[in-house]
C-alpha cells in the first residue's frame, strides 16, 4: 500500500541546452496526511510519505512518550477512513488498559506539516519529553574516517530520492558503519519515527551502540527523538541548531554536524569519535 511517488507530466526547460522545451513525465515525492488514533479518539494528523505507517505511528506515540515499549500497544492496524478510493491514511493504536491516554491540550494545533514535528505543542513545556535512557553509560566510539564515509552510504541507500530528489532521510548505522535501517520521508521528523518504530517493534530499543544520521540539519526535535531511542550519536549532513546543542550537551549525547566530504563539526561529547 506504500504510495511513495507520482508520476506527472511537465513541461522540461533546460537553458543551457540548445534543444527546445519538451513535454517529459516527472517522479514526485508522494506527500499525503496519516491520522493516528489511540483508542478511535484522534491524536495528531502528520504530514508524510505513505509506507511503514505502522513504524511511524509507534515510534511518534514512543518519541512523544505516550508509550513505554512495545508490550503497550495491543494492536496497531490501517484503518480505510472515509476517502472513496480508500487510501488507507489512518492508523488506530490500541494501548494496553494500564497504559494512561495521552495528554490532550484543546488549545494544541494538532495537525503538523511535513516539515514540522512540534509545531502545534502549546507551550515550551510541552515539548520535553525525557528520555529514561542514561547515554553516559554508552561506551561507543566512532572513527572519523569511518563517519566521513557514512553520507555517501546513506544516498546510495535512497532509492526513491534517486527518482524524485524530494525525501529526507534518516539511516541507523552499527559502530563498524553498516546499515541496519534507512527510512525515507518528506518529513525529517516522520524518517526519524519510522526508524525508531522499526527499533521498537524488533525490540531493540534502547539502541546503545548505533549512530543515527540525517539528510538535513540537527533539530531540537530531532535530537530529542534520538534521546528518546537511547541513541549515543547523532550525525547530521548540516548545521545543528543551538537548541539541538544544548540538549546533546545535556544528554552527553554525541552531536556531529556539516557531516561533509572529510571535514565535520563535533559539536558535544567528543570522546565518542576518534582520529
Same mark, same amino acid.
Given at each position: 500500500?506504500?504510495?511513495?511517488?507520482?508520476?506527472?507530466?511537465?513541461?522540461?526547460?533546460?537553458?543551457?541546452?540548445?534543444?527546445?522545451?519538451?513535454?517529459?513525465?516527472?517522479?514526485?515525492?508522494?506527500?499525503?496526511?496519516?491520522?493516528?488514533?489511540?483508542?478511535?479518539?484522534?491524536?495528531?494528523?502528520?504530514?508524510?510519505?505513505?509506507?511503514?505507517?505502522?513504524?511511524?505511528?509507534?515510534?511518534?506515540?514512543?518519541?512523544?512518550?505516550?508509550?513505554?515499549?512495545?508490550?503497550?500497544?495491543?494492536?496497531?492496524?490501517?484503518?480505510?477512513?472515509?476517502?472513496?478510493?480508500?487510501?488507507?491514511?489512518?492508523?488506530?493504536?490500541?494501548?494496553?488498559?494500564?497504559?494512561?491516554?495521552?495528554?490532550?491540550?484543546?488549545?494544541?494545533?494538532?495537525?503538523?506539516?511535513?516539515?514540522?514535528?512540534?509545531?502545534?505543542?502549546?507551550?515550551?513545556?510541552?515539548?520535553?519529553?525525557?528520555?529514561?535512557?542514561?547515554?553516559?553509560?554508552?561506551?561507543?566510539?566512532?572513527?572519523?574516517?569511518?563517519?566521513?564515509?557514512?553520507?555517501?552510504?546513506?544516498?546510495?541507500?535512497?532509492?526513491?530520492?534517486?527518482?524524485?530528489?524530494?525525501?529526507?532521510?534518516?539511516?541507523?548505522?552499527?559502530?563498524?558503519?553498516?546499515?541496519?535501517?534507512?527510512?525515507?520521508?518528506? $518529513?525529517?521528523?516522520?524518517?526519524?519515527?519510522?526508524?525508531?518504530?522499526?527499533?521498537?517493534?524488533?525490540?531493540?530499543?534502547?539502541?546503545?551502540?548505533?549512530?543515527?544520521?540525517?539528510? $538535513?540539519?540537527?533539530?531540537?526535535?530531532?535530537?530529542?527523538?534520538?534521546?528518546?531511542?537511547?541513541?549515543?550519536?547523532?550525525?547530521?549532513?548540516?548545521?545543528?541548531?543551538?537548541?539541538?546543542?544544548?540538549?546533546?550537551?545535556?544528554?552527553?549525547?554525541?552531536?556531529?554536524?556539516?557531516?561533509?566530504?572529510?571535514?565535520?563539526?563535533?559539536?558535544?561529547?567528543?570522546?565518542?569519535?576518534?582520529?
Amino acid at each position: 500500500m506504500a504510495r511513495t511517488m507520482n508520476r506527472r507530466p511537465v513541461l522540461r526547460i533546460d537553458l543551457d541546452s540548445a534543444g527546445a522545451p519538451r513535454h517529459r513525465p516527472d517522479d514526485l515525492a508522494a506527500e499525503e496526511p496519516l491520522e493516528i488514533r489511540v483508542r478511535r479518539a484522534p491524536l495528531t494528523v502528520t504530514m508524510r510519505t505513505p509506507g511503514q505507517d505502522i513504524d511511524l505511528a509507534l515510534g511518534f506515540l514512543f518519541t512523544e512518550g505516550v508509550i513505554r515499549g512495545a508490550a503497550d500497544v495491543v494492536t496497531a492496524q490501517l484503518c480505510a477512513g472515509t476517502d472513496a478510493p480508500n487510501t488507507y491514511n489512518v492508523i488506530d493504536v490500541v494501548l494496553g488498559p494500564d497504559v494512561p491516554p495521552p495528554v490532550t491540550d484543546p488549545s494544541r494545533n494538532f495537525t503538523t506539516t511535513s516539515g514540522c514535528g512540534v509545531c502545534g505543542k502549546a507551550s515550551i513545556d510541552a515539548v520535553r519529553t525525557r528520555s529514561r535512557f542514561a547515554l553516559t553509560e554508552d561506551p561507543v566510539t566512532i572513527g572519523a574516517h569511518m563517519l566521513a564515509e557514512l553520507p555517501g552510504r546513506l544516498r546510495t541507500a535512497q532509492r526513491t530520492f534517486d527518482r524524485t530528489g524530494g525525501l529526507h532521510a534518516a539511516g541507523l548505522f552499527d559502530p563498524d558503519g553498516t546499515l541496519v535501517v534507512l527510512r525515507e520521508d518528506v $518529513g525529517r521528523h516522520n524518517a526519524v519515527d519510522k526508524v525508531v518504530g522499526w527499533a521498537l517493534r524488533e525490540g531493540r530499543l534502547p539502541l546503545r551502540g548505533h549512530l543515527l544520521l540525517v539528510s $538535513g540539519r540537527a533539530s531540537f526535535e530531532l535530537t530529542q527523538k534520538a534521546w528518546m531511542a537511547g541513541l549515543p550519536v547523532l550525525a547530521a549532513v548540516s548545521a545543528p541548531s543551538t537548541l539541538a546543542v544544548e540538549l546533546a550537551e545535556e544528554a552527553e549525547m554525541t552531536l556531529v554536524g556539516f557531516l561533509r566530504g572529510r571535514s565535520m563539526n563535533v559539536y558535544t561529547a567528543p570522546h565518542r569519535v576518534t582520529c
